[in-house]
């Protein structure tokens, strides 16, 4: 069984930084690998969900005011967002894709407002 937990999420002002947190368990992460596959994704408000960072890659639309890391002591993926904008306002989901599987998490409510 596949559990993500995600917290951290928040009211924030534009130009604000947040740090969410995704706390992964089961004996998937066990696995070589998947652990380093958890992946974050977000979805605003009438709007599909999209991609936002996983290992080594980001969407444009965040470049490089996000920053994904891990601590593997911890099963514990971050992503810290800096220079927050009113369009990264969401709810953002930890996600992990293993041989053709999806797990998510529950999500957390990200906005950003002055």
């Known amino acids: 069984q596949v559990q993500l937990v995600e917290t951290g999420g928040g009211l924030v002002q534009p130009g604000g930084s947040l740090r969410l947190s995704c706390a992964a368990s089961?004996?998937?992460?066990?696995?070589?690998?998947?652990?380093?596959?958890v992946d974050w994704y977000r979805q605003a408000p009438g709007k599909q969900r999209e991609f936002v960072a996983r290992?080594?890659e980001y969407a444009p639309s965040v470049g490089d005011r996000f920053t994904i890391s891990r601590d593997n002591g911890k099963n514990t993926v971050y992503l810290q967002m800096n220079t927050l904008k009113v369009e990264d306002t969401a709810r953002y989901y930890c996600?992990?894709?293993?041989?053709?599987?999806?797990?998510w998490g529950q999500g957390t409510e990200v906005t950003v407002a002055s």
């Open positions: 290992r080594y």
């Open positions: 996600h992990v894709a293993w041989n053709g599987v999806h797990y």
């Open positions: 089961g004996s998937l992460f066990s696995t070589r690998g998947a652990f380093q596959a």
